[in-house]
């Protein structure tokens, strides 16, 4: 699910589902929550390090789960994964680095503007499909997305589910440098170590403060997002995007129902 | 004064009055808001998009009608048509794109802040003329624009009222792309156009969802920029302002009694 | 310590204790908040302008009076002029252009984040070393960077403590543009000149607008600042930091006691 590893004062989380592309099911999601709390709780740890093994940084949610099943046991019972995982990062306490090695779709884009600094391998690609899902954004990203990509710039990925390039997501402010994919992984570390150098009672401060400036509208975008949310799943335009994905034909959402 | 087809489930919305390059007399802002809320309201449209007819998209406020003025028939008796389309716009429900053919002034480049995708044609040319006038921003310009295109850009354009070029546009946010003259409606209607394509209840919820996160912010600075309005119009740089005007000199600012 | 000179409607205000590279000490916080305030009174003053004499800009707090120490005698009994100066600065009610003539370190580099128009020399470099004295953000800016430059760009230059160039400045939106360093003085002053040549009742309400929408969020920022700096002064880390300035070694902040 999740492999852990420490490099110096440096806290590496790697997605490990590689044969589902790390997508997020239940447990993936609550491993990574409690890889945050067990490094925020870590007093010899300054950075945490997101990376993914694989082709895939984070597919984004596991299809066989969405709609509130959860195929996994052993999260049975702790509820909401998705929820812990994407509040916890986005409170987070210390400095956060993504590593993006590959695809990342949904939560693995979306979980990128909540950190402090995005790595992405020259390779990777990002996409956004809600729409294409009958859904609506998710992770704050409805509220994250403008202010760290621009207004102009979210409107296009959220609305259209296009492909966004690595060169697009540093031009865009999304992410910090565009890496040889062989060198991400390297560069990543080196770039926390450098953090990691600092005191921690100084990062954590620091990081502390600049989370104080945003949360109060990511949670309520949060909140927001889940009523869209409640609204669109198994409504008519999720019901056929799901129908069209296990058909393998294009969905078509201009003959549904007019609403 | 505002022409209206539709393109699948794209409505064109075209400002028709070239003769005086688009400018919004209270009869065009009552009707380009009242096309607004038709089409939010018609259950086959997802997309807007707004264009000029001739050689500008907008020229502004009428100065004819300048200082409260209205000069018009139609919209005799239905109040402020400036603040029902600005406001309508603010918290539109559905995707809305600006493909902005020409000259692009006042109400015509702080409208685009509240567009999505705004494509500006390469000879576009926007200007933000308020101090020139003796006045001050407008349509929530005073905080949209700093957030937008930075807070560098923005004061640059609000302080000097210099044009801005479509290049300059998209380089600091305001627009999405600039494409060549001809190309700009089919460009705009193309991407409007896979923008429709998307289930109509993803994409109402998606820009709710982004409009919640900035109308709070946007319509206090609407109060804010009325009453700031209240207190300029009619005082000595305004009244510099309109004789220069009238005049065909240019307005000196510098030997107004100090205030 | 100030040096005040007119320019048409400009005001030039320019640090001026180039034997310390302008660093501030509490008379110069005060004599830059009078500065600030005695030109908002001035009806004759359109626009500020700040620049340093000599080799820096402004190289930060004065190390010798870190802690709260006070060495200076003009403005014993005045208090707090940083919270003077900067304050002042957040909510100015006129325009304000930063001519950045060389090194600009702590606030220095966070003043200009509440300027208008930043001209940055082509030698020009910006330190925030925050972390590396073992303190955090101040002048609000650890909301102020992010919104101005990025939060990518705002996190790797407050956790990092690296140099970022004239160049880097206006590439993240924290500067209007590069200069050649002889043009500096005479571009800046053109550029206010320029904005000068509108009217003040104009441009102090378009600032006063700009300022209206971001002041609470800035102010929340200094409260907040304010607090994470009294947890950390005299803290270990701070120790070790001005330990390590004294004995002219670089500090260790890895081995010290775990927080």
Redesign the interface.
Known sequence: MLTTSDH??VRLLTFDRPGALNAMNNDLYWAAADGLTAAADD??VAVVVFTGNGRAFCAGNDMSEMGGGNSSTVSAGRGNGFGAFTDGLISYRK?VVAAVNGLAVGIGFTML?HC???LVAESARLKAP???L????EAAS??SF???M???????Y????EWMSAEAAVAC????KVVADDALLPDALALAG??????????V??K???V???VD?LM??RA??ND?FG??IG???NR??IAAFLEKRPAD??S?P??
């Open positions: 110096g004062r007093p010899g400095p503007a402090d600094l995005v809600f729409p294409t009958g859904v609506a954004p409805s509220v403008p202010v760290v621009g207004q102009q710039t979210a409107a296009y959220l609305f259209t589910a402010g999304l992410a910090w450098k953090i990691a150098a600092m005191p921690i009672p100084s990062l401060e620091t502390q403060l600049m104080a400036g945003r509208a309520a975008a927001r997002e869209a609204r669109l409504a008519p335009a056929e995007a959402f201009t549904l007019e609403v």
